[in-house]
DNA sequence: CGATTCGCCTGAGAGC
DNA sequence: TGCTCTCAGGCGAATC
């Protein structure tokens, strides 16, 4: 799924290919998708041109001409598409929103989501101001080895559901969290306030390390995973999984099984020999 | 106020 | 074979 080091792959691919492109028209056949409503992001984009490619956690942030800004999540299932208008490529991949742009020769932006949990949402200064201040410090940015080490003696939740709660610390999804727990070899389970100094720095550098390295392969394709990026490429991080997805193989440290656990709903895969 | 549960949505896989 | 049932999953909203 798109965690930070995908939605930053896909942003830089659009920042090289749509910056100063005109938004010509929008179609969708899933207005839900869009908030405040279709008609008023229609209003606000069409005609408006592209600006910047930002991006803050998950969230692209694609800001037109004039200040306002369209902010895209593309949560489990989402992916951008840019191609040529009428190109039957993608016709059977869930397309739900298209931008047509303008940019010398015309191109698509195609919001293709099979689950359909993800937006396109039209925010203002405000607005923007909001979403940004809502979120923790980013991995390999503003998030400090003091921060993160306070963050997690504060609190009594799971360490794995925290590092994953977008107000603590953002970005990291659930593929890099059990990533990051098996590098620094401390179970995910555990209170996050029980995690010793020494233990918190190595999930710290875990992280680092893990997040890291999906950004240098340009994110990860797992298997029952829709990650692609703008130009409808997998990733190449999936070889450096160590844990994910992967219950029930040998440990490629130890030769331990790998287990699976439901930890706050969510899949959670550790080597219960590794980890402490 | 914090913690837990629900709902959104679909296809894959399991069960019968 | 083919139908029905269950489940995953980010995160906002509702509820406990």
Known sequence: MP??????TIRK???????????????????KM??????????ESVGKKIVAVKR??????IDLEGGKCLLIH???????????PLTKEDIYTHIKIILKLKDGSPLEFRFCDLRKFGYVKLANDEELKKVREGLGPEPLDDLTLEYFQKTLAKSGKPVKTLLMDQEKFSGIGNIYAN??????????????KSLSAEESEKLFNGVSKVIKEGLDNRGTTAKDDFYLDAFGRAGNNESNLKVYQKNGTDC??????IQRVNLGGRG??????CQH
């Open 3 to 8: 965690e930070l080091p995908e939605v930053e």
């Open 13 to 31: 691919d659009l920042e090289g290919a749509i910056v100063g492109a005109i938004i010509t028209d929008i179609w969708t056949d899933t207005p």
């Open 34 to 43: 869009l908030s405040p409503s279709f008609k008023s992001v229609k209003a």
């Open 56 to 61: 803050r956690a998950k969230v692209l942030m």
């Open 74 to 84: 593309l949560k489990l299932s989402g992916r951008i598409l840019l191609r040529k």
């Open 179 to 192: 990533e990051a727990f098996f590098a620094a070899k401390v179970l995910p389970m555990r209170p996050a």
């Open 252 to 257: 490629l440290v130890c030769k331990g099984k």
């Open 268 to 273: 959670t895969f550790f080597c219960p020999n």
